[in-house]
Each structure stands twice: as C-alpha cells, then as structure tokens.
C-alpha cells in the first residue's frame, strides 16, 4: 500500500515529538537527581556557615587577645575589674588611644555577623563569669561564643564552640 504524501508528512509530525510516557519518564528522572542533590547541597551550605563561625569565633578572639596584650605591656590604661580585657566588642572596634601616642589603635575593623543567627549579636563571657555561663557579668570581655541552639555537623553545639 502506497501512503500519500499527507499521511506520511503527519507520520513524521507525530514521531518528532515525545509520548507522554517519554515525558514522565525524564520528570521521574529530574525529580530522582534533584531529591539526590538536595541533602548535599544543604550540607555543602551548612559547612560553608560552620567555617565562618570558627573563622569569626578566632578573629574576635585573637583581637581579644592583643587587646590584652597591649594592656599588660602598659600601652592601654587598665580600667577597674577589667583585669587587661575590653569593655565590649565595640570597643575593639572603636579602638583605644595608647599611651605616650596621639592615636587610636583599631582590634576589629566590624563586628562580624553571626552566620548561624545573622545578627551580630554574640554572647559575651567577662573573666568574673564562670566558664559555663550563658550570662555575662558586663565587667569585662573575656571570651565570645555564638548564640545559637543548633548543633554542627559533628554533634557539638554552637554555643560551645
């Protein structure tokens, strides 16, 4: 049987496109890769804020600490019950004037955003304050921590970090 040209030009139409098993076949697929990558996807985020955390967590502490530093070598006025330590975070930032110099000497260019909570709200520890205190006593800055409740990839909490 000799087909004419209008039943063979619609052959081809209908054989150029998908059938709809063809369709759900590759959405099942998308759909399958996409519950696959999503997890990791998540972790991969979840890491990148963990190594924020601790890169934040040690510069405001190194900052702390030559904060002390320069208190104990005489170049910052001590303050009373601040045993060498800054009054606040702000203060690192703010800088101090040191001794015998007309200038002001900066420990932290900003204070750094919390990646787990987004706020630059840290929480504060003065060395009156017991190592594992959640309140901080207001004398001095001795130790930040985050004040986040979530719990890291390896099963500690932010907090104590």
């Known amino acids: ?26 959405i099942a697929i998308l759909l399958l890769l996409t519950t696959m990558a999503l997890p990791v996807a998540r972790k991969e985020v979840q890491e990148q804020k963990e190594l924020a955390l601790r890169r934040d967590l040690r ?17 910052i006025p001590p303050t009373l019950d601040g045993f060498g330590y800054p009054p606040s975070l702000q ?30 709200d840290w929480g504060l520890r003065s060395m009156q304050d017991s190592p594992h205190s959640r309140s901080w006593g207001g004398q001095n800055v001795f130790d930040v921590y985050s004040k986040s409740q979530g719990v890291a990839l390896d099963g500690t909490h932010y907090d104590n970090w």
């Open 91 to 120: 203060a690192l930032v703010d800088g101090v004037k040191l001794k015998g110099m007309d200038m002001r000497y900066k420990f932290l260019r900003r204070i750094p955003r919390d990646p787990m909570t987004g706020h630059r």
């Open 1 to 26: 049987m000799k087909m004419v040209p209008e039943q063979n030009r619609m052959r081809r139409l209908a054989s150029a496109g998908f059938t709809l098993i063809e369709l759900i076949v590759a």
């Open 59 to 75: 510069e405001m502490r190194n900052a702390i600490d030559r904060y002390k530093d320069f208190s104990d070598r005489g170049l």
